[in-house]
């Protein structure tokens, strides 16, 4: 399809809503899975920044592998505990090393 034709589409389902209550009732769930995600996401990078924050204030060098696993960490609970032992660790290891 052209680029006119699919800029025409694309303005036309604009503000389009489904209208069977079957559409309707998915649309709904994925919506709000998609903000259940988005509110885990954005705790985790929180939870993840905090971390490099304490870890950057107590002079704890992190190396760029370090540095990529804690971004990409999605457990908020694990990068709770990381952010508790940022307060104390003496080093990176003892920060990220599992009991």
């Known amino acids: 399809m052209n680029e006119a034709t699919r800029r025409a589409l694309e303005t036309m389902m604009k503000g389009y809503e489904y209208q069977s209550d079957f559409a ?3 649309v709904a769930q994925g919506r709000a899975e ?12 929180g939870e993840a920044r905090a971390l490099l924050a304490t870890l950057r ?16 960490e999605r ?12 307060v104390v660790a003496m080093s990176i290891a003892e920060v990220l090393e599992e009991p």
């Open 24 to 26: 309707k009732k998915y």
């Open 34 to 45: 998609g903000r259940t995600e988005g509110r885990i996401e954005g705790e985790a990078r």
């Open 57 to 72: 204030v107590r002079g704890i060098a992190v190396p760029d592998a370090a540095r990529e696993r804690i971004l990409a």
């Open 75 to 86: 457990d908020t609970e694990r990068l709770e505990r990381w952010v508790e032992r940022a």
